[in-house]
């Protein structure tokens, strides 16, 4: 595989192939490292994790930007994606496709600085997290958030301009695709939990027992349609009241507990950046059973981590197929042997001179 980038923020890329294995990317900070991640991240999944805003993405004042990518399988896939005087666009193999289809490309799995919040911040931040874990496994499943999206979006337009009369068809629409989405999300989370016990179990981490609990703001037996029905009926009154749902997967919740205590109550600054990183290694385990093998991309992997936990940490990644880390410590990488060291300068990348 390799992968060109073009004015994206301070990267001139062509071409870098890595090819299979693990690859640590060495630079100070500024050199561009995490910029080469989230270019490979925005290549495969259209999104950055830095920025809502494609135009942020472009090198200083500009406002055009380039990434192109070969993906090798069965037969090798072209991907391209960037911004030009008229506008984003995104090709699969010189054509436009479906995004279900571009989805389906190029699996991957990340950690960045900005996933802490999966752990310490806001509930949406770990639905969010979830959603992306089940669009990962099941691309198709894009089109059912995008459908509970538009009908949560109808109704709380017709709560805010005070008219209710007309919310029976959207609870009802709202309900089937409540329970599509709520199954969704519960089978991810069975799955991913199976993963991370197996994860940690590869380690030899002293970590206490990790727990991943999905909590329904709406409970009925089975995700069944009529039930959810039922419960967004009993609330009609006060919703119409407040003017906004009060109901529905939009307020669900995914409660990650360390022992017997929440885990962004307990744990140290490296135990919890260990644990992101255990989640990501259980992502791609889950992606794996998918058959749907995936690159991992871990930004400022070894932060908050002394050697010898980063070295534990490790372990889990060992029997992955394709690893990118970035880290401006090199001497703390001294147990991942197998890896492939790169040099990050100035926009480009090259081998680096000695292994560490």
């Known amino acids: 595989a390799q992968i060109s980038c073009s004015s994206f923020r301070n990267l001139e890329i062509s071409p870098w192939e890595p090819g299979p294995g693990h690859h640590l990317i060495i630079g100070p900070n500024g050199a561009g490292k995490t910029s080469l991640l989230e270019a490979i991240y925005l290549l495969a999944t259209t999104r950055s994790f830095r920025t809502a805003r494609l135009l942020d993405c472009a090198h200083h004042e500009g406002k055009e930007f380039h990434l192109e990518g070969e993906v090798a399988g069965g037969q090798r896939v072209n991907l391209q994606l960037g911004l030009s005087p008229t506008g984003r666009y995104r090709t699969l193999n010189g054509g436009v496709t479906s995004l279900v289809d571009h989805l389906r490309t190029l699996p991957v799995v990340a950690w960045t600085e900005k996933d802490k919040e999966v752990l310490s911040g806001p509930p949406e931040r770990r639905r969010r997290f979830v959603d992306q874990g089940v669009v990962g496994t099941r691309p198709a499943a894009l089109e059912t958030l995008a459908r509970f999206r538009r009908t949560l979006f109808q109704k709380r337009q017709l709560l805010a301009s005070g008219d209710g009369l007309g919310l029976r068809p959207w609870n009802e629409l709202l309900a089937s695709v409540a329970a599509e989405l709520m199954g969704l999300r519960r089978e991810y989370l069975e799955q991913l939990s199976r993963s991370l016990a197996e994860v940690m179990s590869s380690t030899d981490l002293d970590l206490p027992e990790i727990r991943l609990e999905y909590r329904p703001s709406i409970q009925v037996d089975g995700d069944d349609p009529i039930g959810i029905l039922e419960e967004l009926e009993s609330v009609e009154s006060s919703e119409k009241r407040e003017g906004r749902p009060l109901v529905g997967p939009q307020r669900d919740e995914v409660a990650i507990t360390w022992g017997q205590h929440g885990v962004r109550r307990v744990g140290s600054a490296g135990e919890r950046k260990a644990l992101g990183l255990l989640l990501t290694a259980a992502r791609g385990e889950v992606l794996v059973a998918a058959d749907r093998t995936p690159a991992y991309l871990l ?46 300068k100035g926009g480009s990348i090259k081998p680096a001179p000695t292994r560490l």
Request: no cysteine.
């Open 299 to 344: 930004d400022d992997a070894d932060s908050e981590l002394d050697k010898e936990r980063l070295t534990s940490v490790w372990q889990a990644f060992s029997t992955s197929e394709q690893v990118f880390v970035s880290s401006s410590r090199p001497d703390v990488w001294e147990a991942a042997t197998e890896a492939t060291r790169w040099h990050l």
